[in-house]
C-alpha cells in the first residue's frame, strides 16, 4: 500500500506564525508536489520538487517556500502565514508511467 | 499554462448513466487522469489514459482523444455513493513530471 503521509489534518495558526507542513512518502517517487485546494478555484499547484535539493515554483508560490533535504520528506513552509492562507493543503508524488497519490490532506485555518 | 475544462456541476439519477467531459490543450500532452474526490478528503485515483480509446473499469471508463484534446469519464448504474467531485488531471511528461488539474465537476446522485 502506497503511503503518502502528512503531518497534521487539521491546524490552526495565528497571523504571522512560521507554519511547517510536512509530507513523507514510502514509495520512493522522486516527484513531489504541494497543492492547495479552495472551492471553486480547484487544485492549485503551489511548489513541486523533482530531486532532492531541487525545486520548482507551481502557480501559486508567493508566500510560501519548501523543502526538500531527503528523497522521502517535502516540506512546505509558510513564512508568515495570513488569513488567506487558509485553506486545505494536499502534498502528492508521482513518477513516469503511473498516477499521483495523495496524502490525506491538512486543513490549516489562519487566524 | 495549461488550461483545463470541464463543468462545474452535474447532476444525475440513481441506476442511470452520466459523462463528464473535459478539454484540455494538446500540446507536452504524456496523459490525462481521472480522480474521484469526497467532501474532506483528498482525491483518489480512478483511470489514466495515454492513447486514443476508451479505458474500461468495472462501473467506470474513460475516452481520450489526443487531436481534439478532449476526454470524458462515464459513470454507469450511479449510486447514491457515486456523489463527490471528479477532477480531470493532464499529466506533461516533457522533461518534468506535470500535474495539472481542472477545477473540477460536482456530481450529485438524486434517488
Known amino acids: 500500500d502506497v503511503k503518502v503521509t502528512q503531518s497534521s489534518r487539521y491546524l490552526v495558526k495565528r497571523t504571522g506564525e512560521k507554519v511547517f507542513l510536512e509530507c513523507v512518502q514510502d514509495?520512493?517517487?522522486?516527484?513531489m508536489f504541494w497543492y492547495r485546494q479552495d472551492p471553486g478555484l480547484g487544485l492549485r499547484l503551489i511548489y513541486f520538487s523533482y530531486d532532492v535539493k531541487m525545486k520548482e515554483k507551481g502557480d501559486i508560490p508567493e508566500g510560501y517556500s519548501v523543502s526538500r533535504e531527503k528523497k522521502e520528506r517535502f516540506s512546505l513552509i509558510l513564512e508568515s502565514a495570513s488569513t488567506n492562507q487558509t485553506s486545505m493543503y494536499l502534498c502528492?508524488?508521482?513518477?513516469?508511467?503511473?498516477?499521483?497519490?495523495f496524502g490525506q490532506g491538512t486543513r490549516l485555518t489562519v487566524v | 499554462g495549461q488550461n483545463i475544462d470541464q463543468p462545474t456541476e452535474m447532476t444525475a439519477t440513481e441506476g442511470a448513466i452520466v459523462q463528464i467531459n473535459c478539454t484540455y490543450q494538446t500540446s507536452g500532452f504524456n496523459g490525462l487522469f481521472w480522480y474521484q474526490q469526497h467532501a474532506g478528503e483528498a482525491p483518489t485515483f480512478l483511470s489514466y489514459?495515454?492513447?486514443?480509446g476508451l479505458e474500461e473499469k468495472g462501473r467506470f471508463s474513460s475516452f481520450l482523444s489526443r487531436s481534439k484534446g478532449y476526454s470524458y469519464l462515464l459513470l454507469k448504474e450511479l449510486q447514491m455513493k457515486d456523489s463527490a467531485s471528479y477532477l480531470c488531471a493532464h499529466f506533461s511528461g516533457a522533461g518534468s513530471y506535470q500535474l495539472t488539474f481542472g477545477k473540477g465537476t460536482k456530481l450529485s446522485v438524486i434517488p
Open positions: 489514459n495515454v492513447l486514443d
Open positions: 514509495m520512493d517517487h522522486e516527484n
Open positions: 502528492a508524488i508521482g513518477t513516469f508511467g503511473t498516477e499521483a497519490f
